[in-house]
């Protein structure tokens, strides 16, 4: 099983980055999918859900109108679409997948917004 971010980097506040997270080893249309971040010294946080069979369900309030969250089961992949990005969205951001019982995490993609 495995997980695997990528699309993170620098970026200057106020553009865009998309966040991709492929997943292998499961079913991945049977599964829950979200995104969470960690900034430093901080707690990891939820940042958007999409079910695996209605489509998004949660945006945290502090990104609500400037991420998107999609998914593709052809291609087992996850995004997060990151527009109008703010120098408090600098963070690791993590993919998570979830069909209870089993909980995958993947490794962390870092996005740092900065001028």
């Known amino acids: 099983v495995q997980l695997v971010e990528s699309g993170g980097g620098l970026v200057q506040p106020g553009g865009s980055l998309r966040l991709s997270c492929v997943a292998s080893?499961?079913?991945?249309?049977?599964?829950?999918l979200s995104w969470f971040r960690q900034a430093p010294g901080k707690e990891r946080g939820l940042v958007a859900v999409?079910?695996?069979?209605?489509?998004?369900?949660y945006y945290a309030d502090s990104v609500k109108g400037r991420f998107i969250v999609s998914r593709d089961n052809a291609k087992n992949t996850v995004y997060l679409q990151m527009n109008s990005l703010k120098p408090e969205d600098t963070a690791v951001y993590y993919c998570?997948?979830?069909?209870?019982?089993?909980?995958?995490w993947g490794q962390g993609t870092q996005v740092t917004v900065s001028s």
């Open positions: 080893g499961f079913t991945f249309s049977n599964y829950d």
């Open positions: 999409i079910s695996s069979t209605v489509g998004p369900t």
């Open positions: 998570k997948a979830v069909r209870m019982p089993n909980i995958y």
